[in-house]
């Protein structure tokens, strides 16, 4: 059977490239979006050398409002049917509270939670009249505590796990599948969005994006309800159920102050 487009936001770096030749590698056609156009034309160069697939390319700022409405109807419009939506772009911001950028601060939120939550609702709606459908969202162990000097951050991801618990078992009974994906510290550009914070104990041990990856798309295959990616997190995520709130927070403040 013809296989449905994959979109993936932040599909041309780290995580998002990833999965995207992982998806390539089992015969998906793809959709990548970002801001870079030459890191779209470098990431589909890649693919198309490797896999026979389509790869379509959107260059849009998903912090700009409309662009979602925009690459739906980008997409409508070349009558392509997306059967998978892999909500992946995100970006941290790293410092004290108090002095940290609010702009960049709003334009998190516009990324991480608004683009994601509309994405979501403009293909879901399709895909649940075809009774199939599945989304990927790109949450984080940030998700499951408060993070000092990353709070807009960690607060951003703890919405897309809850956004995404609430789907998975929300959209049961309309075919779709929901799983969010939890990567502790991997190594990718996005250490250095979270600027000056590479030297915070939290970044110094980080997995590969090929291995968060592989992990993304299994757990989504298997319609799990959310992945936590490799044992040192697991470990953790598991220690974080065990203690006191005030406990682990000071744990998490601790691993992510700058070290000197
Ligand atoms: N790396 C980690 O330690 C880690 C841990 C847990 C979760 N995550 C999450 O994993 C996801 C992928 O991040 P990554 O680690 O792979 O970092 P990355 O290499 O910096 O990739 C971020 C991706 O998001 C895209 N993006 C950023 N701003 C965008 C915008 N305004 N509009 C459209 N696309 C935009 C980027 O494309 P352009 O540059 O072309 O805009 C890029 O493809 C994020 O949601 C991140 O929060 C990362």
Redesign the pocket.
Known sequence: MKKGYVLI?????????ELAKIFAKNNYPLIL????IL??YEARNVIKKNYKVPVNLIQ????KRN?PNEIYNIIKGKKIQVDILVN?????TYGPFIETNLEKEL?LIE??IRALTHLTKLFSKDMAKRFHGKILN?????AFQGGPYMAV?FAS?AFILHFSDALHSEFKPYGLQVTAL????????????AKGSGQAKI?QS?LS?KRVAKAGYNALMKNKLFKVVGIKNNLLRQLNRILPRETAINIAHNCLLKQK
Not at 33 to 36: A, F, K, L, N
Not at 60 to 63: E, G, Q, Y
Not at 138 to 142: A, E, F
């Open positions: 936001t932040g599909g041309n770096k780290g995580i998002g490239l979006v970002g801001t870079d890191a779209l849009r700022d998903l912090t662009t992946n772009a995100g970006f941290g334009d990324l991480n790109i949450s984080s162990t940030s951050y991801k939890c990567p502790g510290p991997t190594d990718t550009n996005f250490t250095d969005c970044f980080m994006p």
